[in-house]
DNA sequence: AATGAATGAGTTTTCATTCAT
DNA sequence: CATGAATGAAAACTCATTCAT
């Protein structure tokens, strides 16, 4: 750990703002408050950043490039290294997989990234939790949450949903797919992050403990969705694909 | 609908607050801002009102009343009933059924509760959203949101945990089970309810057609825990009994 | 003279604007004075005022109005009464005087009006100051001075252009005496309200000795203007035509 | 012109200092905007001066000194050179010119003389502005307006006054003519400086055609002065010089 | 039951100025 | 010469709350 001392004033006037914002929200969090915790005179705050609301910004800015970055890093490891090796066909409507193994192996990174995911959302699970204060106010921050993990349009970067589309053929994207992984993927995600350190303090368990139950829950809904998903697709299916 | 300007002033300057409160959030909100909407004077707010935190604490108090009374409703209508008529036997550590159509018709009873829960967190979504957005942060209602529907721990109030051990005779609860519960059973129906309309403008879905999608998503997690619990319990739950 | 004690607030807080802003100008004036010299709290000067700029504003168009009226009451009385009593006839592009005493009498008219004139700016002297130290600055009160007499242009508010037209027939306006107006009548008349308390100090003059003083000086002016129009309009007036 | 970039850094600040104190005023004008029009660091412009004040006092006294020079260099043309040729004689309480082609001659140079101070002010109309910013205001440049060229007090330097009373050996000062000349001479001058870039952009008139039209208008001023100083003189004259 | 006026104690933000390098 | 970083003091403005009526 850096000392105190050394950071740099920026650095901690950004580390005391997420804190604090991340512990009594943006609106309840004063600027003096922010002066104090980095150890700096309010006027140096300003020096660095604008405003208060810049400081929000930039650490909501800093998150999401950051998330994209690990999307796309997500994307040329998986996708693209799967097309060189000729296991993975880009179709205009859909990924078309080689064989059996080459879902399984794409699924297996998936989990993998599933994972990966995890562990970014708890190592930033403050910022998060800023987000997500934010998210729920009509703030101009108001939908970058929803950007953050952007599966709830059938786009082409929505990879989970191309890759359950691949294991059935006669698949094809459904409301109903959408709102499952936004709520019962994302959401769950991302409440795992914001609420670690509570559900820690309540449950007794040890962050370790609590990571790995979460994960095996969520193995739950991966199968779920490959043996279980003639509930949502064959029988809704059909219907929901001429809805919109 | 009522007629604002019949509208009880105090009626008015609660269903204000909601509005501005969930929109807002609390420290966002101004007094100011609450008598505007509310159409009264600043100073009647506080004739009716000692602070502005009080009216927080009402609004969170009226809910919190509501859900345990529904909560209680169920418990009685179902419960109490299936004692009454011998098919339900509450054991000091858990529930016992009868038969396996007992525990067919308390599933089923489960899920009509579950979909109740549902509207009522829909129709009070605006208090819901306040809630969370004061569950993040470390005020005073911090963790009122987890009373809301403590499933965390393995009490008597816990009921869903408590049918589906009743479906395997040698089930314990796990802290998988709870953590799967809190993270793939309430927390997705409260990001339901306070994402409901953010959720809809974007997706272009109908208040309707979304509640519908996401009860048949809902399912899968249902059928889930029953034909995967073999995945939570007969690999992990043996050691997470001990774990703690 | 009121009781300062029981003068309204808001009244006060605008007097004490007047006094700070006139002698501080409005940068140099801080809102902790206002409600120093005004006898009130900060606070209430943001109750009455959304802003510092607001008072401003609130004074500055005041004034305006007022100026507005006291230039439409003369219209009426002279302009108005001369044309009930046939002696004034408002041609499409210039005044048309029955005889030479409607020309003398509309003359001294004009004279009493600028008596009239130099009573309010005086009364008004601080206003004007802070008019004026406005207008030199780029600020959004920037022209309102030139609003305040506008004979700038030669439109058909012009009055007093309009009279000396009609004193020669051949003459049309001219870009000199439009030029003449401004830095010869406007501009002396505006200077000597804003420098009148100063050059009383300087000078050893009373109030009223300065007043007359003035008043025997622009008597030259006027006459010039009759007189000496010859320079103005005979040499150049018709180049000036087609100037612009 | 000179390349910006070669702009010695301390004349970048004075321009940019000009620039800023006569658009938004002194009170008005922030070191930091300073610092970016005259693209040097903040740091740097107390390098040079003192504080914030010392460049407007540098503004203030280069302009004054430069103004007295020209002054002096009027009198030592005009003055000197006609005593030494014989046509001027100074009496103790007044200039006596030899005979009226002396006195033509001193008119005409004084002529040439208010031509040059119009091209004076009209040069540095930047710096007057912000003179007249500041003499509107209590500040401690508060009458350097006044000193510019002061002809309120009846001084050895007052040689306009001298001329005109030169011309009728009756004459003596009077206070009518020191207001005559502050308000008829002096204002409209400095007006015309701090208005002329406004006034053009109004009126749609070229630089130089306001100007003429302006040395027009001050024609009839100095022709009333001759011709119309009974008014001044002859009936108001022997009772102003009582007044006081 | 209702309110216009008032305010203390903050809040965010600004800004002239300094200092170490 | 030159500057990036830093700041004390004070600026404008806010806001929950109170009070007299």
Do not use: W
Not at 141 to 150: A, G, K, R, V
Not at 200 to 206: K, V, W
Not at 224 to 234: A, H, N, R, V, Y
């Amino acid at each position: 750990m850096v000392n105190i001392e050394q950071q740099q004033a920026k650095e901690r006037i950004l580390n005391a703002s997420i804190q604090l914002f991340s512990q009594k929200g943006y609106d309840g969090t004063r600027v003096s408050e922010i002066a104090e915790v980095a150890k700096v005179t309010k006027a140096l705050i300003y020096y660095y950043f604008k405003s208060k609301e810049e400081i929000l910004d930039h650490l909501v800015h800093s998150l999401l490039e950051n998330a994209a970055a690990m999307t796309m890093d997500f994307i040329h490891t998986n996708i693209v290294q799967m097309i060189k090796d000729g296991r993975l066909d880009i179709l205009p409507d859909r990924l078309h997989f080689m064989d059996k193994a080459a879902i399984e192996c794409f699924l297996e990174n998936a989990q993998v990234y599933f994972e990966q995911v995890l562990d970014y959302v708890l190592e930033y699970r403050q910022i998060i939790r800023i987000l997500m204060l934010e998210s729920l106010k009509d703030s101009k921050h108001h939908n970058e949450l929803f950007q953050l993990m952007d599966f709830t349009r059938s786009d082409e970067g929505n990879l989970i949903l191309k890759t359950i589309s691949a294991v059935d053929q006669e698949f094809s994207y459904s409301h109903d797919l959408l709102v499952f992984n936004f709520f019962y993927t994302i959401c769950p995600l991302l409440n795992f992050a914001v609420y670690y350190d509570e559900y820690q303090a309540l449950s007794g368990l040890s962050g370790n403990q609590l990571r790995t139950a979460f994960l095996r829950s969520s193995q739950i809904i991966f199968r779920s969705l490959i043996t279980g998903q003639d509930i949502l697709l064959k029988n809704h299916g059909v219907k929901l694909k001429n809805q919109v």
